[in-house]
Nanobody, 124 residues
Framework: QVQLVESGGGLVQAGGSLRLSCAAA????????MGWFRQAPGKEREFVAA????????SGGDSVKGRFTISRDNAKNTVYLQMNSLKPEDTAVYYC?????????????????WGQGTQVTVSS
């Protein structure tokens, strides 16, 4: 069983920054790609960013490119999402997820384990 615990969410003004963290339990963290998704009220869960198992390749959704950066520290079993220049439309519950394979992917069905989510609220 894989447990993922997100932290770092909160309330921030537009233009501000937040850094989300996701700590994973287990010894196989470095073998799998990790991703961040978000879900706003009344909307479907959408892809935000992903990072390959080694951390060498990353991918970001069109709405966050240039503003959000995903990274990982395999020694700490942790994946991060640095969010800059936040906008009110970034308001959502943010989830981290572990993929089924080592390569970064944008497709939600390729992720197997999910955290409980952390709320990010951006005020205008």
């Amino acid at each position: 069983q894989v447990q993922l615990v997100e932290s770092g969410g909160g309330l921030v003004q537009a233009g501000g920054s937040l850094r989300l963290s996701c700590a994973a339990a287990g010894r196989t963290f470095s073998s799998y790609a990790m991703g961040w998704f978000r879900q706003a009220p009344g909307k479907e869960r959408e892809f935000v960013a992903a990072v390959s198992a080694s951390g060498g390749l990353t991918s970001g959704g069109d709405s966050v490119k240039g503003r959000f950066t995903i990274s990982r520290d395999n020694a700490k079993n942790t994946v991060y999402l640095q969010m800059n220049s936040l906008k009110p439309e970034d308001t959502a519950v943010y989830y981290c997820a572990r993929a089924r394979a080592f390569f970064a992917t944008t497709r939600i069905e390729t992720y197997e384990y999910w955290g409980q989510g952390t709320q990010v609220t951006v005020s205008s």
